[in-house]
């Protein structure tokens, strides 16, 4: 397995030197498996548009302040959709952060910051409970890739092809770090 860390978007600033990580299943300074991604299709013209989510519980009670996510091009992507949601009987439901970020070219640690005001923030994630992290290609006849987290965390994971989720096998889970400020 090789691992990367190299290129990544310049690194958001913490906003508060209370931040810590709640959630995250990357390697030593954010590192991922470069050879080997989910591959997440956006083909409308073959009905063939998928989201693939992971669900993850935060190890303390936070207001959440950002979201990092391992994701490259696969085939043409250059644009992701990137969800936050809570779940709802072991399935993503009510969305509490939706965004679109560009792809690396080379692929690398996209930074997805939260806002300020309603809808996109600030809101809490809280211990006991699960959520989802879904992402998928915004850019249409593309395969978004996103790279397995370094660590082989495994866990429960839905497709959703535009209609349904889908419960899939258990498999090794796509990269991603979750943070907040204490509550």
């Not at 290129?7 to 913490?14: D, E, F, G, N």
């Not at 930074?111 to 989802?132: H, I, R, S």
Request: proline share 9%; glycine share 8%.
């Amino acid at each position: 397995m090789a691992v990367h860390s190299k290129p990544q978007s310049p690194a958001p600033q913490a906003t508060s030197m209370q931040e810590e990580i709640v959630y995250t299943n990357l390697g030593s300074g954010d590192t991922y498996d470069t050879e080997h991604a989910h591959e997440i299709p956006n083909y409308p013209a073959q009905d063939l548009v998928e989201f693939l989510a992971f669900s993850f519980s935060p190890t303390a009670n936070c207001s959440f302040t950002q979201l990092k996510v391992a994701i490259g091009p696969g085939a043409g992507a250059e644009t992701a959709r990137v969800y936050l949601a809570k779940d709802f009987a072991g399935t993503p439901s009510l969305v509490i952060l939706s965004a679109s970020r560009a792809v690396l070219p080379m692929g690398g640690i996209v930074p997805v910051l939260v806002g300020t005001k309603p809808p996109f923030g600030p809101f809490d994630l809280l211990a006991e409970e699960t959520y989802w992290l879904w992402l998928g290609s915004n850019t249409p006849n593309s395969k978004l890739a996103w790279y397995y987290n370094p660590q082989g965390v495994v866990g429960p994971s839905r497709v959703n092809n535009s209609k349904s989720w889908e419960l899939t096998t258990s498999g090794v889970q796509g990269a991603f770090c979750i943070s907040g400020r204490p509550l």
